[in-house]
């Protein structure tokens, strides 16, 4: 009868531990914040596949639920700093070093933009959408070892949060938590709006932009690479003539581009074209969208940026 007794109040124990772990990621506070920003959390899951759950998770942990000083005098929920190629507004306050400067947005829904952006856009981050947008577990690992956060519980915080709050729910299903009006803002639209050159980085790939009197050898030398480096990051060869204005990459160009799903072939562009446009390398579009290297492409064709 004892051993009954103790199994019971073990089991008690541990049940009102779990609810208690449970209970320090849920408050009102959390709940409204949940209920606010879980619908843009969804919109950019179908945009830039990245889970709204982690999305949602990384706002709340951030932003302490949007009641941040960060957040409160600077819209950022998800504290990510100017970094050289920010050109907006800013924010200082010390963080791991004293008076650091963070992004300022003019809204929430801006914070979020950038976000998804600041994760879709940089090469460091590409390891991220070989996972499916249901697995949070890899996805919160995954960020911590892109060098996201360096909390070293950074993972078992955003898992914990989403697992308090259900928040998995909103990528398993996330057809359910839109209304009409919102799904109409959800249908894949091909905008053909390709990455800008930044900093020297298109995509988060290396590249430079040609200028009047470059050739290959002189900007080979300059990026400390070999002409046939040259050729291979930008899949060509010797036969290609270089034009003032176009961007030739230094470091070898992605597997996929995550920001947009298709490109829609415009005139006069080629598979080449296009793949250097994403910073794809041919290799990945051919094999994507099934066709050969000289393949015909037909205007307002539909090409597959990733899958």
Same mark, same amino acid.
């Given at each position: 009868?004892?051993?009954?007794?103790?199994? +019971?109040? @073990?089991?008690?124990?541990?049940?009102? #531990?779990?609810? *208690?772990? =449970?209970?320090?990621?849920?408050?009102?506070?959390? !709940?409204?914040?949940?209920?606010?920003?879980?619908?843009?959390?969804?919109?950019?899951?179908?945009?830039?596949?990245?889970?709204?759950?982690?999305?949602?998770?990384?706002?709340? +942990?951030? @932003?302490?639920?949007?009641?941040?000083? #960060?957040?409160? *005098?600077? =819209?950022?929920?998800?504290?990510?700093?100017?970094? !050289?190629?920010?050109?907006?507004?800013?924010?200082?306050?010390?963080?791991?070093?004293?008076?650091?400067?963070?992004?300022?947005?003019?809204?929430?829904?801006?914070?979020?933009?950038?976000?998804?952006?600041?994760?879709?856009?940089?090469?460091?981050? *590409?390891?991220?959408?070989?996972?499916?947008?249901?697995?949070?577990?890899?996805?919160?690992?995954?960020?911590?070892?892109?060098?996201?956060?360096?909390?070293?519980?950074?993972?078992?915080?955003?898992?914990?949060?989403?697992?308090?709050?259900?928040?998995?729910?909103?990528?398993?299903?996330?057809?359910?938590?839109?209304?009409?009006?919102?799904?109409?803002?959800?249908?894949?639209?091909?905008?053909?709006?390709?990455?800008?050159?930044?900093?020297?980085t298109l995509a988060g790939v290396k590249c430079v932009v040609v200028a009047k009197g470059n050739t290959l050898y002189s900007l080979a030398k300059s990026a400390g690479?070999?002409?046939?480096?040259?050729?291979?990051?930008?899949?060509?060869?010797?036969?290609?003539?270089?034009?003032?204005?176009?961007?030739?990459?230094?470091?070898?160009?992605?597997?996929?581009?995550?920001?947009?799903?298709?490109?829609?072939?415009?005139?006069?562009?080629?598979?080449?074209?296009?793949?250097?446009?994403?910073?794809?390398?041919?290799?990945?579009?051919?094999?994507?969208?099934?066709?050969?290297?000289?393949?015909?492409?037909?205007?307002?064709?539909?090409?597959?940026?990733?899958?």
């Open positions: 009868m004892k051993r009954i007794i103790l199994l +019971l109040v @073990s089991f008690f124990q541990i049940a009102n #531990l779990s609810a *208690a772990d =449970n209970s320090k990621y849920q408050s009102a506070e959390t !709940n409204a914040y949940i209920q606010k920003y879980h619908k843009i959390a969804i919109r950019h899951m179908k945009k830039y596949r990245i889970p709204a759950s982690i999305t949602l998770a990384q706002g709340i +942990l951030e @932003s302490g639920s949007g009641r941040s000083a #960060l957040a409160l *005098a600077a =819209n950022n929920h998800f504290g990510i700093k100017c970094k !050289n190629e920010w050109k907006g507004k800013t924010y200082y306050k010390s963080d791991n070093k004293s008076n650091e400067c963070f992004r300022k947005y003019d809204s929430v829904e801006e914070s979020y933009e950038d976000h998804a952006l600041f994760i879709a856009e940089r090469k460091v981050y *590409a390891p991220l959408f070989k996972y499916k947008v249901t697995d949070y577990k890899k996805w919160a690992k995954g960020l911590k070892q892109c060098g996201y956060a360096t909390n070293p519980k950074y993972p078992s915080l955003l898992i914990d949060v989403i697992k308090a709050n259900k928040l998995y729910l909103y990528d398993q299903n996330p057809d359910k938590y839109l209304n009409a009006d919102d799904e109409e803002n959800t249908v894949e639209v091909v905008t053909n709006n390709p990455p800008k050159v930044v900093n020297g690479v070999s002409v046939k480096d040259l050729y291979d990051y930008n899949d060509t060869d010797k036969s290609h003539v270089l034009a003032v204005g176009e961007v030739l990459f230094i470091r070898e160009k992605n597997d996929f581009y995550a920001t947009s799903q298709y490109h829609s072939v415009e005139s006069g562009e080629t598979l080449w074209s296009i793949s250097q446009k994403y910073a794809i390398t041919m290799k990945s579009l051919m094999k994507m969208n099934n066709l050969k290297k000289n393949a015909s492409l037909k205007l307002g064709q539909k090409l597959l940026l990733h899958k």
